[in-house]
């Protein structure tokens, strides 16, 4: 735990997630290609590695929002191709547990996220503390998914208790950077996120869901207001 001045006033969510971002360039060094995901936290890592000026030799990007970011910092951005291993993955999450299962897609971006975490040999989850809980689901859901079977999944969901919501961007469904629409499901409970994960990725017509499991978080540093907390999960 890095500990701060008990009597410094308390940090707002925004500055936690600058306190994550920064500590996450202890696990990147000069010379190595890193995978990057998206979002609000991974954007001050972004703004953190460009400050460093830390000379890895290139990212590998979960977003068409975190490559012009990096590219603006002239971080360079290689395709996934390109690349056969990342050292690390550095990525935010919507919800994770204690065992680094995680909920992501807030962003919308979790296909290319769980593609690039793929790549590398390990996962850190960089979150304020606002997203840890015991047991995933009080966020909704993402599921990225094929437009012809939204309405075959929303029953499907329905069929679990989930209340399935096509995402709107200014009142038309959202697409992605895949060109695929995402679907928010309200009101599930997932104690079992390994079954879960494999079940709903079997449904044709479902592109990416939002559980990582399988690729769960090996650390996740979380912002709390007595500092940086950093959790490292159990190898199963
Ligand atoms: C994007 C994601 C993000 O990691 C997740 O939504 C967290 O975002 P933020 O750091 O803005 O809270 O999965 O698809």
Request: hydrophobic share 45%.
């Amino acid at each position: 735990m890095m500990n701060r001045d008990p009597s410094a006033p308390a940090m707002t969510q925004e500055e936690l997630k600058v306190l994550v971002g920064r500590a996450a360039l202890a696990y990147v060094e000069p010379g190595q290609i890193i995978g990057v995901g998206t979002g609000s936290t991974v954007n001050c890592f972004i703004d953190a590695l460009a400050q460093a000026q830390l000379s890895i030799a290139g990212t590998v990007s979960s977003s068409e929002a975190s490559t012009q970011r990096l590219r603006a910092h002239g971080i360079p951005v290689f395709d996934a191709n390109e690349v056969a291993e990342l050292a690390v993955y550095i990525d935010g999450a919507d919800e994770i547990d204690p065992r680094g299962h995680m909920i992501k897609g807030g962003g919308a971006a979790l296909t290319r996220e769980k593609i690039v975490a793929a790549q590398a040999r390990r996962f850190v989850c960089i979150a304020d503390q606002s997203k840890w809980v015991q047991t995933l689901g009080r966020f909704p859901l993402p599921v990225e998914v094929i437009p012809m079977a939204t309405q075959r999944l929303i029953r499907q969901f329905a069929a679990l208790g989930g209340e399935a919501r096509v995402r709107l961007r200014d009142g038309v469904p959202l697409v992605t950077d895949n060109g695929q629409h995402i679907l928010d499901v309200h009101g599930l409970r997932i104690p079992d996120p390994v079954a879960f994960e494999s079940m709903v990725n079997n449904w044709p017509g479902v592109v990416t869901v939002g559980v990582f499991a399988h690729q769960r978080a090996h650390v996740c540093l979380l912002g709390t207001p007595e500092g940086v907390r950093t959790i490292a999960f159990e190898t199963p």
